[in-house]
T-cell receptor
Framework: AQSVSQHNHHVILSEAASLELGCNYS??????LFWYVQYPGQHLQLLLK??????LVKGIKGFEAEFIKSKFSFNLRKPSVQWSDTAEYFC????????????FGQGTTLQVKP | GAVVSQHPSWVICKSGTSVKIECRSL??????MFWYRQFPKQSLMLMAT?????????EQGVEKDKFLINHASLTLSTLTVTSAHPEDSSFYIC????????????FGEGSRLTVL
């Protein structure tokens, strides 16, 4: 069965610190991978996605993620966080042959201190 | 990006009543819509997948008679929580996918249901 695991449940950083959020998945086939962000009181927004090609994916707001197939990982990174990055981050995976059924990780709460 | 709208954004109801939540794709035709449930401080759990004009496919453990899903048109899906109980209180989120860009999902704002 598909599953997604996010290692960090709650991360606290100071502004300008670097960020890396771990995400590992389990799926027996070709996958599409996503990172979503949910700011307080707002709906989910897509940060970035990987379908194929270059495993280093750049998204919005300076975020990037690297797909490492051998490790079944898709970690999210940002070199320098800002207070406005405080939010909930969700990693998600779907089989590339699926119509769109996403399986989400548990989520990571990021708190950035000014 | 495409817009998906949910209504109502929050609703309070008495135990035993039914509540309907609408999910609309405003500027594209959604061939597939998904309903998720999110408990506080937890992740999104997929409840069901609905394709326009056909019966919804429910995930294991989700009561299809309690959570009625209708996808009558390419722009509207509804979730009806029947005979709601306090344990049904949650944040319900819909997402929709169309033909392009392939595989991309767009999420609604969510609907917070509180059952007294």
């Amino acid at each position: 069965a598909q599953s997604v695991s996010q290692h960090n449940h709650h991360v606290i950083l100071s502004e300008a610190a670097s960020l890396e959020l771990g995400c590992n998945y389990s799926y027996g086939g070709t996958v599409n991978l996503f990172w979503y962000v949910q700011y307080p009181g707002q709906h989910l927004q897509l940060l970035l996605k990987y379908f194929s090609g270059d495993p280093l994916v750049k998204g919005i707001k300076g975020f990037e993620a690297e797909f490492i197939k051998s490790k079944f990982s898709f970690n999210l990174r940002k070199p320098s966080v800002q207070w406005s990055d405080t939010a909930e981050y969700f990693c998600a995976v779907k089989g590339s042959s699926n119509t769109g059924k996403l399986i989400f990780g548990q989520g990571t709460t990021l708190q950035v201190k000014p | 990006g495409a817009v998906v709208s949910q209504h109502p954004s929050w609703v309070i109801c008495k135990s035993g009543t039914s509540v309907k939540i609408e999910c609309r794709s405003l500027d594209f035709q959604a061939t597939t819509m998904f309903w998720y449930r999110q408990f506080p401080k937890q992740s999104l759990m997929l409840m069901a997948t609905s394709n326009e004009g056909s019966k919804a496919t429910y995930e294991q453990g989700v009561e299809k008679d309690k959570f009625l899903i209708n996808h009558a048109s390419l722009t509207l899906s509804t979730l009806t929580v029947t005979s709601a109980h306090p344990e049904d209180s949650s944040f319900y989120i819909c997402s929709a996918s169309g033909l392009a860009p392939a595989g991309e999902l767009f999420f609604g704002e969510g609907s917070r249901l509180t059952v007294l």
